[in-house]
């Protein structure tokens, strides 16, 4: 029987490789890990694809589109990079004209710009800081401006910060996420629906963690906690409108977010908890937000969708 800790520079602390504990607090790897990933980290949030080892999946060369958002115009916001790109990209490839919103990662937002374009789609890109209200006015003016419709809203942005105690979450940090998280999405969405016809689709993104916490991610988790609520009352509010509105829930996909939050040591085992035994990549759950977009889910409003790699059964 073999012992050993992950990160042994700092005595066992924060052992990401670490499974079991025996009575003498020694740490049991107990099953291999497959390292997708080597340690990394980033300064900035919500950080940049651009910089990331390997540069996550987000196209599926063998996905058949079937015209399933045809003369659609959606809305994603965080859509220059991770989860938003991939969606991006697929929406374009159901025939979907996109609009990516996004904080200051130009050089992501311009790859995915041009991904979409080569595939003959259309790509509106706007950035800015969506904390503010009258960027999310911008948001729809220059929207209908240019392609007279919202069809589709995709509330992707958000920050997380890792932090290893309630003590260590700054009043200015908690406002942060907050505004970040919920309140940006509660400024789109209204702003967004008075253009929303019946047959369109909200999808806001929420966590695994709201649903099974996550200690170093305090504010994080209940921001993403708001969004369930944000999604099944507006839900109930909207049906009658058959505007729907339904949330999806990721596992641990490999994203700018992971390395722009956590320290590098937790990088290689990241995902290593789910039944899988590996975190996703974008592609992965692109098509779930397709599906939820489109009329193949027009009967699906007020729901949670989960997609973990088995980690969560929800």
């Given at each position: ?21 025996n009575d003498k607090g020694y740490g049991l790897i107990c099953k291999k890990y497959r390292i997708e990933f080597p340690e990394q980290h980033q ?192 839900a109930t509010n909207l049906a009658s409108k058959n505007i729907r509105v339904n949330a999806v829930s990721p596992g641990v996909f490999w994203t ?38 489109s009329d193949d889910s027009s009967y699906v409003t007020g729901q949670v969708m989960h997609i973990n790699g088995g980690q969560y059964k929800g």
């Amino acid at each position: 029987m073999n012992y050993k800790y992950y990160n042994s520079n700092n005595n066992g602390q924060d052992d990401y490789g670490l499974k079991c504990v025996n009575d003498k607090g020694y740490g049991l790897i107990c099953k291999k890990y497959r390292i997708e990933f080597p340690e990394q980290h980033q300064d900035t949030q919500p950080g940049m694809e651009y910089l990331m080892t390997p540069r996550p999946i987000f196209n599926n060369p063998y996905y058949r589109p079937a015209q399933k958002l045809m003369n659609k115009v959606a809305i994603i916001t965080g859509g220059d990079s991770g989860i938003g790109r991939a969606v991006a990209v697929g929406f374009a490839k159901e025939g979907a004209t996109v609009v990516i919103v996004y904080y200051n990662e130009h050089r992501d937002a311009e790859e995915t710009k041009k991904f979409i374009e080569r595939l003959g789609g259309r790509c509106l890109l706007i950035h800015g800081d969506i904390k503010d209200c009258s960027f999310c006015d911008k948001i729809v003016d220059e929207t209908i401006r240019n392609f007279g419709k919202i069809d589709i809203l995709v509330n992707n942005a958000g920050v997380q910060y890792q932090q290893k105690s309630l003590l260590d979450i700054s009043d200015e940090q908690f406002d942060l996420t907050m505004r970040t998280n919920i309140y940006s999405m509660f400024y789109l969405t209204k702003r967004a629906l008075k253009y929303m016809l019946p047959c369109s689709s909200i999808i806001n993104v929420t966590s695994i963690t709201t649903f099974q916490g996550e200690p170093e991610l305090i504010d994080y988790v209940t921001s993403k906690g708001a969004i369930v609520g944000f999604t099944r009352s507006l839900a109930t509010n909207l049906a009658s409108k058959n505007i729907r509105v339904n949330a999806v829930s990721p596992g641990v996909f490999w994203t700018p977010l992971q390395p722009a939050c956590w320290e590098k040591q937790k990088i290689p085992t990241l995902g290593s908890d789910a039944p899988m035994g590996r975190a996703g990549h974008p592609y992965e759950i692109a098509p779930l937000f397709i599906y939820l977009a489109s009329d193949d889910s027009s009967y699906v409003t007020g729901q949670v969708m989960h997609i973990n790699g088995g980690q969560y059964k929800g």
